[in-house]
């Protein structure tokens, strides 16, 4: 089933939240509204939206408050925000202030009056690509390893473990059947050795990049490593550093290679 993004619209204008809220549940995402401050943040912690669409409230500023309560919060300060104002002719007496547009964090700040033949795709087009999330396969033989790294993973607004192996052969069952952007391999498993499996995946699975996670950090295996086509080798000793690092890189296409003591 197709993901539902959840969106929340915070406005004081009913003609414009239910006709942006219908054109968005016609795109099959999850809509909430809201018509002032205090509303909106319950909506916030209770409905927890991927992007928040705000408009005008009353009182004048308050709309400003909400967008800086957001970008201040621990848990909400990554939320996208595409703010749409008033039309140009009432600026001066309604909707945000000129110096609260400059202050503004917002991936898009636009006026009315706006096509929702063009609001609703740039909407669905932001949510792609702020949504879009690392697939991670965590490749280890400890179960306390795998959990530590989903633990870590699960912090992370850009990635997701999408599945676990305890040795080579299952990572490669696992890497055709979930389909993982990243692979993190460690190198000593039973049946069927990290850089084995590594090989098998770099010439199968070319979608996935290969990130080698080891305590065994000697140069004869970052050279293996490299040779089989993995883009990555962090030793397990600085991995709590760089992991995330490596994660991002590899992700991208990038070589990432920690230095060996």
């Known amino acids: 089933m197709e993901h539902s993004h959840r969106i929340l619209i915070v406005d004081d204008d009913s003609d414009f939240t239910q006709a942006l809220q219908a054109a968005l ?40 408050l909400l967008h800086q309560w957001l970008k201040q919060s621990l848990g909400f300060s990554n939320l996208p925000i595409i703010v749409v104002n008033t039309p140009p002719e009432k600026q001066h007496i309604k909707g945000w202030r000129k110096e609260e547009g400059m202050q503004c964090d917002a991936e898009d700040f636009l006026s009315r009056p706006i096509e929702l ?44 473990v999408v599945g676990e192996a305890a040795n080579g052969r299952e990572a490669i069952d696992k890497t055709g059947q979930f389909l993982p952007d990243v692979v993190l391999m460690d190198i000593v498993m039973p049946e069927m050795n990290g850089l084995e499996a590594a090989k098998e995946i770099c010439q199968h699975y070319q979608q996935a990049k290969v990130l080698m996670l080891t305590q065994y950090d000697d140069e004869e295996n970052v050279l293996a490593s490299q040779q089989i086509g993995a883009l990555g080798f962090i030793p397990k000793t600085v991995v709590s550093s760089q992991l995330l690092n490596g994660i991002r890189s590899v992700y991208e296409g990038k070589k990432f290679i920690c230095a060996v003591n």
Do not use: N, W, Y
């Not at 549940?25 to 705000?54: G, I, W």
């Not at 999330?133 to 607004?157: M, N, T």
């Open 25 to 64: 549940e016609a795109k099959e995402c999850s809509v909430v509204t809201a018509s002032e401050r205090r509303q909106a943040e319950d909506m916030v912690r209770s409905h927890e939206p991927e992007l928040v669409v705000l408009g005008t409230i009353i009182p004048r500023g308050d709309a400003f």
């Open 117 to 160: 033949t063009m609001l609703v795709p740039r909407i669905k087009k932001l949510l792609d690509r702020v949504t879009r999330k690392i697939r991670v396969l965590v490749v280890d033989d400890h179960a306390v390893v795998r959990d530590g790294i989903r633990a870590v993973l699960a912090l992370q607004h850009d990635m997701q």
